[in-house]
């Protein structure tokens, strides 16, 4: 790709014989990026939690592209759930080598009222942070195989509302908004401290931050089985065109982040004019660049996961 020319998902890199793994990618953002991926020839493990849900999806991509059919895979994911990670990540793992991992399951609507899951964990921070970093240090050796990437989802709300998540799980002062937010600084904080640490063990692989601006679903193209807007939404969403892009538009900067060869490992980007627009470097909310809270975090996530990465293993597959 000419590097003047501006980023295009018609004009990717050509990624024939790469192979990446999307959480939630039955709907939203992460359709958007698988569709975006196979398109330039890459073969996509979609995962999410609801196997109507995929399949749905799967069928929407294949009508979409049908060059594509064969390079498009599903496989269930909940992130939530951390036998389900484990599961996941054990046949992914038996594949060989993985280009990269795009971390961007979320609840963007969290419950009003505090709820657990069956591992015990409050059900935003295990749903954004745990299975993904879970997953993560579960894959980094079949990432490190292919010099991979991956890629967490962080969110511009983390300018705004500079939680510091003292109690990830919040287990007192429950808000469904902090919850989301705290979740955001935990994801780009750890996208961060992953790469600190990748690049200090000499493991092949590196870590980056990216956000989708502000993209919504009535802004995004109607696909059935993928996203279908009431009317209400559509107009409600439409009068906000000024600050919001579509779910699609969304995707270019994540996959920007996944595959662009000129991105490198703790970089942080998103769209230009911050809630929409063309991929673009940025600067991390100060919160998330804060090493101090990215360590402790880390430490929460271990304890809570049982998941220790495997530096060291990673490392002797390939040096960084
Ligand atoms: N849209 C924005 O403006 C925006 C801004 C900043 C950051 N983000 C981040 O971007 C990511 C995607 O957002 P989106 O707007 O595309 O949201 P979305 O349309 O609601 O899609 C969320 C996806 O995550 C999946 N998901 C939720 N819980 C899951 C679980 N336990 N296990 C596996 N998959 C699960 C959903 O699957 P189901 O269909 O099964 O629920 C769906 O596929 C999130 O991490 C969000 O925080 C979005």
């Avoid at 000419?2 to 980023?7: G, I």
């Amino acid at each position: 790709m000419a590097r003047k020319q501006a980023w295009n998902p018609e004009h990717l890199p050509d990624l024939t014989g790469r192979s990446y793994l999307v959480t939630g990618a039955n709907a939203g953002l992460g359709y958007f990026a698988s569709e975006q991926l196979v398109g330039a020839g890459a073969r996509v493990y979609m995962t999410g939690r609801s196997p109507n849900r995929l399949m749905a999806a799967r069928a929407a991509l294949r009508r979409r592209n049908p060059d594509a059919a064969d390079r498009v895979e599903t496989l269930l994911l909940d992130t939530s759930n951390l036998g389900s990670v484990r599961a996941a990540a054990a046949t992914i793992g038996g594949r060989g080598a993985l280009d990269g991992l795009l971390l961007n399951a979320g609840i963007v609507h969290p419950p009003k009222e505090r709820e657990s899951t069956a591992d015990g964990n409050e059900v935003v921070f295990a749903t954004n942070v745990l299975g993904h970093f879970a997953l993560a240090g579960a894959l980094l050796t079949s990432l490190a195989k292919a010099t991979g990437r991956m890629v967490w989802l962080g969110s511009m709300s983390t300018s705004m509302w500079k939680y510091d998540p003292v109690d990830p799980q919040l287990v007192s002062a429950y808000t469904g908004w902090r919850a989301y937010v705290q979740s955001k600084v935990a994801t780009a904080a750890l996208g961060l401290e992953a790469d600190r640490r990748l690049r200090s063990a000499g493991v092949a692989v590196s870590s980056v931050v990216a956000h989708p601006g502000y993209s919504t679903s009535g802004r995004t193209p109607g696909i059935v089985g993928v996203n279908s807007p009431t009317r209400l939404t559509r107009f409600a969403d439409n009068l906000q065109f000024a600050i919001t892009q579509s779910k699609e538009h969304g995707a270019w900067t994540l996959v920007r982040a996944l595959v662009d060869p000129e991105v490198d490992g703790g970089e942080f980007w998103g769209p230009r004019l911050v809630a929409r627009g063309e991929p673009h470097r940025g600067r991390a909310s100060k919160i998330t660049r804060d090493p101090e809270i990215a360590e402790r975090l880390w430490a929460v996530c271990e304890d809570a996961s049982g998941v220790r990465w495997p530096f060291a293993k990673a490392a002797k597959v390939a040096k960084r």
